[in-house]
């Protein structure tokens, strides 16, 4: 089964600081890897998503995550953070459909950012 | 109207009310997914449907029943909850049934009195 851990519940970065959100994944073929930023109150956004290719991935909002098999990781950065980018950060891991049954997204804790002047 | 919307946004109830979750997407997406999401719990799938077709159910309670008319509509039906049901509830789709990204609802926050 497919597993999705974010090790760092909270993280807090000031403001114009660079900043990485860790997340591994367990599953035993090429996954699909994604990153969802949530805001008080609101739904998931999606920020970048992985399939194949470039490991180095480019997202809206200046974010980019790096694909490392090796390490089973998938972390997010970003060189330099805005007081709006404080919110709940999603990683999630999704099979590559090799049969009907594999529909799910599994999604890890989140990981809290907040920013600091 | 983009994306996917939810309503009610905000919804409170006594335990023995029946009321009902909407969703609608405006993407042209043939999946569609009921989450619920819990303060300190990772996301939770309850249902997926593929083409109006129910084709996952992770063990739901049955208090909680889901109706998906159309490719483009999922409701959640919801008659004697309990306390424990309250939590943001969350609607998504996506293209195909599958692994791939889905987008989300801005979700309804319900709370169970």
């Known amino acids: 089964a497919q597993s999705v851990t974010q090790p760092d519940i909270h993280i807090t970065v000031s403001e114009g600081a660079s900043l990485e959100l860790r997340c591994n994944y367990s599953y035993g073929a090429t996954p699909y890897l994604f990153w969802y930023v949530q805001s008080p109150g609101q739904g998931l956004q999606l920020l970048l998503k992985y399939f194949s290719g470039d490991t180095l991935v480019q997202g809206i909002k200046g974010f980019e995550a790096e694909f490392k098999r090796s390490q089973s990781s998938f972390n997010l950065r970003k060189p330099s953070v805005h007081w709006s980018d404080a919110a709940e950060y999603f990683c999630a891991v999704g099979a590559i459909r090799t049969n009907f049954g594999n529909e799910k997204l599994t999604f890890g804790t989140g990981t809290r950012l907040t920013i600091i002047p | 109207e983009t994306g996917v919307t939810q309503t009610p946004r905000h919804l409170v109830m006594g335990m023995t009310n029946k009321k009902s979750l909407k969703c609608e997407q405006h993407?042209?997406?043939?999946?569609m997914y009921w989450y619920k999401q819990s303060a300190k719990k990772p996301l939770e799938l309850m249902f997926v449907y593929s083409l109006e077709e129910r084709v996952e159910n992770n063990s739901v309670p049955s208090r909680f029943s889901p109706e998906c008319p159309n490719s483009s509509h999922l409701f959640l039906h919801l008659h004697t909850l309990q306390p424990e049901d309250s939590a943001l509830y969350l609607c998504?789709?996506?293209?195909?049934?599958?692994?791939?990204?889905?987008?989300f609802g801005p979700g309804t926050r319900l709370t169970v009195t």
């Open positions: 998504a789709s996506s293209q195909v049934v599958g692994g791939g990204e889905q987008y």
């Open positions: 993407l042209g997406h043939n999946a």
